[in-house]
């Protein structure tokens, strides 16, 4: 019997923590929102095409960023990484250039009409310093192939061809931007899932599903 009133008090417990985490970012003044507003044209999704591109390419990044660490930590693994690391950093190349071409053609939800104008701004900066990157940083990997004498095989059969002419300096230099650019990917995604995962379990105001395609509560705008 006691155990049940010990259980029934901690489950009690979290919920009123729960409850008041959610209160103390809803009093904030730059996390002041309940319920999703927005303009009935817009849709309440992304499009089934930029759903599946987020995640295919959001699993490939890390995959690939872990690869590429591996690929500095172990000499006898390198080899065989490098055969991995090389036709998916492609793969995000021309997956990234369909998921512009899907960006523009087809229109996104909108953010909630509660959320500040700065938040707003820096939301859609980091969203296209991510494009950016996603675009950059393949092209790095391949300058650097190219510059230090290598190929940029994607299978056995389908090798790209150089885009830069042999340059030791030049090889030096990409590997070096080409590893900052990994690692500020790395921690600009690492932050974008805390704040999906803040707005999916705290804020739960609509935006997390828009990317999943799942229902969530809306207040239209009146």
Same mark, same amino acid.
């Given at each position: 019997?006691?155990?049940?009133?010990?259980?029934?008090?901690?489950?009690?417990?979290?919920?009123? +923590?729960?409850?008041?985490?959610?209160?103390?970012?809803?009093?904030? $003044?730059?996390?002041?929102?309940?319920?999703?507003? *927005?303009?009935?044209?817009?849709?309440?999704?992304?499009?089934?095409?930029?759903?599946?591109?987020?995640? !295919?390419?959001?699993?490939?990044?890390?995959?690939? @960023?872990?690869?590429?660490?591996?690929?500095?930590?172990?000499?006898?693994?390198?080899?065989? !990484?490098?055969?991995?690391? *090389?036709? &998916?950093?492609?793969?995000?190349? %021309?997956?990234?250039?369909?998921? %512009?071409?899907?960006?523009? +053609?087809?229109? =996104?939800?909108?953010?909630?009409?509660?959320?500040?104008? &700065?938040?707003?701004?820096?939301?859609?900066?980091?969203?296209?310093?991510? #494009?950016?990157?996603?675009?950059?940083?393949?092209?790095?990997?391949?300058?650097?192939?190219?510059?230090?004498?290598?190929?940029? $095989? *994607?299978?056995?059969?389908?090798?790209?061809?150089? &885009?830069?002419?042999?340059?030791?300096?030049? #090889?030096?230099?990409?590997?070096?931007?080409?590893?900052?650019?990994?690692?500020?990917? %790395?921690? @600009? +995604? *690492?932050?974008?899932?805390?704040?999906?995962?803040?707005?999916?379990?705290?804020?739960?105001?609509? =935006?997390?599903?828009?990317?999943?395609?799942?229902?969530?509560?809306?207040?239209?705008?009146?």
């Amino acid at each position: 019997m006691s155990q049940r009133k010990n259980l029934k008090s901690q489950t009690i417990l979290h919920l009123n +923590v729960g409850s008041i985490i959610r209160q103390w970012f809803k009093d904030l $003044k730059i996390f002041k929102l309940k319920h999703r507003s *927005v303009n009935c044209s817009a849709p309440m999704n992304f499009n089934l095409m930029g759903r599946i591109l987020h995640w !295919l390419m959001a699993t490939m990044i890390l995959s690939t @960023i872990f690869i590429g660490l591996g690929m500095m930590t172990s000499l006898s693994s390198r080899p065989w !990484l490098i055969d991995l690391h *090389v036709p &998916i950093g492609v793969a995000i190349l %021309f997956l990234c250039i369909l998921r %512009f071409i899907n960006r523009i +053609v087809n229109p =996104i939800p909108e953010l909630p009409m509660e959320m500040p104008k &700065i938040e707003k701004r820096i939301a859609h900066f980091m969203h296209w310093i991510m #494009y950016a990157l996603m675009f950059v940083l393949p092209l790095t990997g391949w300058a650097q192939l190219s510059a230090g004498g290598f190929q940029a $095989k *994607v299978t056995q059969n389908i090798i790209l061809p150089p &885009i830069l002419n042999l340059s030791p300096v030049l #090889y030096a230099w990409l590997h070096d931007i080409h590893r900052f650019l990994a690692w500020s990917l %790395f921690f @600009i +995604v *690492v932050g974008h899932l805390s704040i999906a995962l803040l707005h999916a379990l705290v804020m739960k105001d609509g =935006i997390f599903p828009s990317m999943t395609g799942g229902n969530r509560k809306i207040k239209k705008e009146s």
